[in-house]
């Protein structure tokens, strides 16, 4: 798209200017709200200075900031004098007060002329910001922290207006699973406030670990911050369960929180902390006893991933140390909102505790979500009495919402849907779009990861305000947050490589205003961007340029696949023999035809890479009726598309039935000769997904009577790692037009097994030869 064209993503209430279509390349992001381009540049040399006004502080902290980056990365001797009309007839950079009403609390006006530029703003926000679009605006090297020569430090001429679309665009990380230190918190900060998010939400406590001191109660981080050993792997990959024999640990002091949050504020950033209550208490509880339902009973701090029965009891002595908890954490932090998380609470104990049923009957409470509710509007009228206000995620609507809480709605859009319509205020942070602790390319070819598939351009397609509102609902939709879980996100690397550049999609998309927006331009802009993020020595994810493959079939049946990616400046190449590909190879134009089994290598010229290999058989592209979990197969045509899971981690390609035997079949389309069938099950046994007990593989000319099957047993231990439990008929020389696979399920989970219940079966291509 170009950059003209953004003209019509506009403040609807702000005119604009449009002028003359140039050749400069304006990769930034966020995209400004408004924004025009004009022909010529202007350069910045020796000569070159910053105006600001000597009085206003606000102007002067963004001047000396503009000017030392500059001074830094260029060399010149950029520097910072008052705005006189004696130095204002130069080529200066001035900053100067906006009295037009038109920025707002965080938004600008930035006019890029040959001759100067002028910034303009009415608040320190604003002028920060003005300064991260300025710095774009220059060469991907004017962010560098050393001297960069050989540079003509120019910026294209332009004029912006902008401002964000929402309030809150918020980044969470989760240092209790895996505890970060304080300069990775700092570089995390620094990423967001780059790009014009505002918001840091602190995960500070959870079952694995509680992070933050507290001088009333040292034993938290004494005891409830340490654990004996982390689960090796991932959840579901060893039955059972495997541990690293490491301790794991780590806490902020008081006078650490109170370091970083003056960082975050020096650059426009609130810190949001999370205290989990009611659940998640594993870690505090350990620490105090005392705050279960069962105090006689031994507690250690969790070591593995999931959700655990043990809660805080519903008892004066707990809400006298939550209260003091978040007295002192109050005191840390002053921000409005303190998160008190809310989410996942099993009602276990509570059922089984006299003091809880008791409480429940004194309060004339329903049962026991009715007294989550009560345990959390109790803690909200506590922050309230503070002048603060609570966060929750969206399981505080069960029972029913604190009179004051803002939701964060994490389990699909319904929860805060539901909260908007109840007036209450929402921020949007769905599993499915901002959950960046999921894989964001094949898991084989991945970081270990908690699952899922979350590629940048899924991240950039969300839209926060749902449709479903009416336009006085929609107002209560605060903003937009992304996730970084940390179970399986070990290091600050890892933590960069999660997060970047997946949460500048969201940085996006909390900025620019409502309306259509265009991935091919985004990856445009972002690929220059990623320069940037190598000065910052950021170790973000290069899965942008990947190549991805997908299958079609043409209208006789033949297997097609697509080559596609989203760097549009880049060419594909590829092999079919499976020798290395190389820029001698054949280019990629138009869908590959195959006709037989083929592994297809890939190569870009931006450096990706794809291997893959595709199933030709009989049943490809064919149409087959089953008893699958239709969520996951919606068309039914995963089982016969071509493409076999890589692994059992893999999870694009798995498909799934749960609690029952699983029956599929296959219509051929007429009746052919069939000497083998055969197919993949999924060992995750931790994730209950068990193999098959026995598999039957029947053949049929009529679809009605199957005369010829084959019946095996299936004799794959429970113990173990995950794998791929391979299932082969060999039929020699059948004929049938429909093919049958029958697998019993092995019913409920054994004793002792970490998740009892039901259990579930997931196969994956099924393969007529």
Known sequence: MNRIAFVALLLVSTPFFLFAQTDNAYNLIPFPAQFSGQDGQFVLTASTRILATPKDVSQQAAAQLLATQLKTASGLPVAVAANTPALAKGKVIIFQAHKAGRCGPEGYMLTVKPDRVTVEAETPKGYFYAVQTLLQ??????????????????????????????????????????????????????????????????????????????????????????????????????????????????????????????????????????????????????????????????????????????????????????????????????????????????????????????????????????????????????????????????????????????????????????????????????????????YQGEPTQEPLAIGGFLPIEKVYGYEPTPDELTADEKKYILGVQGNVWTEYITSPQEVEYMTWPRAIALAEIGWMPAGPRNFEDFAQRLKNHLKRLDYWGINYSKRLLDVRATTQFTNDGQLQVRLEKSDSDSKIYYTTNGREPSTSSTEYIAPITLNKTTKIRAITTAGAKLDETFVIHRAKGRTYTSNVDKAVDPNSTKLTDGEVAQGPQSWTEWVSSLGKDLEVTIDLGEVRSVTKVSANFQKQIPYRTFPPTSVEIALSRDGSEFKEAIAQPVNEPAEGTWAVVPVVADFKTAKARYVRLRAKNVGATPAGHPRPGQTSMAIDEIIVE
């Not at 650490?256 to 003056?262: E, F, P, T, W």
């Open 137 to 438: 605006l220059l060469p991907p090297a004017a962010v560098s922290t050393t001297p960069v020569s050989g540079v003509t430090w120019a910026m294209p001429a332009c004029q912006i207006l902008d401002r964000p679309r929402y309030a809150y665009r918020g980044l969470m990380l989760d240092v209790s699973r895996h505890f970060m230190p304080v300069p990775a918190i700092k570089k995390y900060i620094d990423g967001m406030a780059r790009h014009k998010m505002n918001t840091f939400h602190w995960h500070l406590t959870d079952d694995q670990g509680w992070r933050i001191e507290i001088k009333k109660y040292p034993k938290l981080t004494q005891i409830g911050s340490q654990r004996k050993e982390t689960m090796v792997g991932h959840y579901g990959q060893h039955y059972p369960f495997k541990y690293d024999g490491q301790p794991h640990g780590g806490f902020y002091t008081q006078e650490q929180i109170k370091d970083v949050v003056r960082y975050a504020a020096a650059r426009h950033v609130t810190i949001v902390p999370e205290i989990e209550l009611p659940g998640h208490a594993l870690a505090a509880i350990t620490a105090y006893p005392e705050l279960s339902c069962d105090p006689a009973r031994p507690y250690a701090v969790g070591k593995v991933w999931g959700v655990y029965e043990e809660v805080f009891c519903p008892n004066e002595k707990t809400f006298t140390f939550l209260q003091d908890v978040l007295t002192e954490v109050m005191g840390l932090f002053p921000g409005k909102y303190i998160h008190i998380g809310g989410d996942e609470v099993p009602k276990v104990a509570w059922k089984a505790s006299a003091t809880a049923q008791a409480l429940i009957k004194a309060q004339k409470l329903k049962d026991e979500d009715e007294l989550q509710s009560y345990f959390i509007r109790r803690i909200e009228k506590f922050v309230n009495s503070k002048g603060r206000a609570i966060i929750g995620w969206d399981e505080i609507l069960e029972g029913g919402l604190a009179p004051n809480a803002t939701v964060m709605s994490w389990r699909g859009t319904a929860g805060g849907i539901e909260a908007a319509k109840q007036k209450h205020n929402v921020i949007m942070t769905p599993g499915a779009f901002c959950y960046l602790d999921k």
